[in-house]
């Protein structure tokens, strides 16, 4: 562990060489860079990632503050496509898994921005429940993944660093095996140290992430009933990986959601 910016906050010596061999890819070669952060709810995603993008933002000269975390997609592509050299946070994990339903327009849409965006020289973070509900392209332009999770002792914020290369072969193999080794394909692991309080103003990104969820669930509650949603307006393959998330055994969750083994079969087909 080494003491970095302004901040004096820790930060895993790895992850300093990480982040400096980012810092120099998207200064002088002129590129954008997408690195993911992926782990269940609670693992400690949004505090690693802001410890990455603060030093970052040091490192650089590039503003950095809850104004560039973004929990909505259409208005982080807004703001990337008006704006350039940038430090971009997308926190769709916060939103506790309730739009985790992904749609193939909204995979388009932000496959779109990130073409687009290229030249902008962008600096992406993407904090996702699991990197592989994303599109295989959006994974193929994804320069690195932490996965954070919990240790033994439950202490959050550990994480396996995996690269681009790595990334597309753990992704091959979850599609042909639906299980993810993360550890067989890890080049570096350790540990985010919590200093969120001291980086960004977490009472305005705890009123950013309470609207944003507000909203999701107000839209959903405007969309029509049908076989896809239940009462709560929320859709079912939502409940359904949401539940699974949290450890819940498949017959437990059929219990909840008041199918049959046969009827979540059939569904399950339509949702690959």
Not at 9 to 18: A, F, M, R, T
Not at 28 to 36: A, G, N, P
Not at 84 to 111: P, T, V, Y
Not at 249 to 266: F, G, N, P, V
Request: with cysteine; aromatic share 14%; net charge positive.
């Amino acid at each position: 562990m080494v003491i970095v910016t302004d901040k004096k906050y820790y930060l895993d010596g790895y992850v300093v060489q990480i982040a400096d061999k980012i810092c120099e890819r998207v200064e002088k070669r002129k590129q954008d860079i997408l690195v993911q952060f992926d782990g269940r709810e609670g693992s400690g995603k949004t505090g690693a990632s802001v410890n990455f993008a603060y030093y970052i933002s040091q490192k650089t000269g590039r503003p950095f503050s809850v104004e560039n975390m973004f929990f909505d997609l259409d208005k982080m592509i807004k703001f990337a496509g008006s704006t350039e050299k940038q430090i971009i946070l997308w926190d769709e994990a916060a939103l506790g898994g309730l739009s985790s339903d992904w749609s193939n327009k909204s995979q388009r849409k932000l496959k779109s921005m990130l073409m687009v965006c290229r030249k902008k020289r962008h600096v992406f973070l993407f904090n996702v429940p699991r990197f592989y509900r994303l599109n295989a392209d959006i994974i193929e332009r994804t320069h690195c993944l932490f996965h954070i999770y919990e240790n033994d002792q439950e202490q959050p914020g550990n994480f396996m660093f995996i690269g681009g290369d790595s990334l597309v072969a753990l992704y091959m193999s979850w599609k042909s095996r639906k299980y993810a080794d993360y550890w067989k394909y890890k080049k570096l692991h350790g540990n985010f140290r919590w200093a969120l309080p001291l980086l960004i103003d977490e009472e305005k990104y705890e009123a950013m992430k309470d609207k944003a969820i507000l909203d999701l669930a107000n839209d959903k509650q405007e969309e029509k009933p049908g076989r896809w949603f239940n009462k709560d307006g929320l859709t079912i393959k939502n409940t359904y990986f949401n539940l699974k998330e949290q450890g819940m055994k498949t017959s437990d969750i059929l219990k909840i959601m008041e199918i049959d083994r046969k009827t979540l079969a059939r569904w399950s087909k339509e949702w690959e």
